[in-house]
C-alpha cells in the first residue's frame, strides 16, 4: 500500500515562495505518473501540476504556469513542488497524488482504478 506525506506548506506573505514536498513509502514510485491538486475553502480540488514517472514530461495548470517547477527523486521516492511569487488566490490546501498511469492518461483521469492520496499539507498566503 503506497502512503504519501506531504510536508512544507506554512504561512507566506504575497511574492515568497515555499517548497512542498511528497514523501512516497509502501511501494516504488518510478512507474507511477504524480500530481499535486489543491483545493482552496469552498472550491473543488483541482489539478495544478504534474510529472510523468520518469520526471520528463510535465504539466501545470494555468493558475501556476511559469512561476512554479515540479520534479521527482525516484532514487529518494520524493516528490516536489517550488511555488514562487505566491498570491493569496494559493491559499489551499495541496494534495500528493500517485497513480500506475502514464502522465498523457493520468492527466485524462484514466488510472485504472488506482489512485493515492496524502493529507494534504496547508499553504496560506496573506496579503
Known amino acids: 500500500q503506497v502512503q504519501l506525506v506531504e510536508s512544507g506548506g506554512g504561512l507566506v506573505r504575497t511574492g515568497g515562495s515555499l517548497r512542498l514536498s511528497c514523501a512516497a513509502s509502501g511501494g516504488i514510485l518510478r512507474m507511477f505518473a504524480m500530481g499535486w491538486f489543491r483545493q482552496a475553502p469552498g472550491k473543488e480540488r483541482e489539478l495544478v501540476a504534474a510529472?510523468?514517472?520518469?520526471?520528463?514530461?510535465?504539466y501545470y495548470a494555468e493558475a501556476l504556469k511559469g512561476r512554479s517547477a515540479i520534479f521527482r527523486d525516484n532514487e529518494q521516492n520524493t516528490m516536489y513542488l517550488q511555488m514562487d511569487n505566491l498570491k493569496p488566490g494559493d491559499t489551499a490546501v495541496y494534495y500528493c497524488?500517485?497513480?500506475?498511469?502514464?502522465?498523457?492518461?493520468?492527466?485524462?483521469?484514466?488510472?485504472?482504478?488506482?489512485?493515492?492520496w496524502g493529507k494534504g499539507t496547508l499553504v496560506t498566503v496573506s496579503s
Open positions: 510529472i510523468s514517472w520518469s520526471g520528463g514530461s510535465t
Open positions: 497524488n500517485a497513480a500506475p498511469s502514464r502522465l498523457g492518461d493520468y492527466l485524462q483521469g484514466n488510472t485504472n482504478g488506482l489512485s493515492y
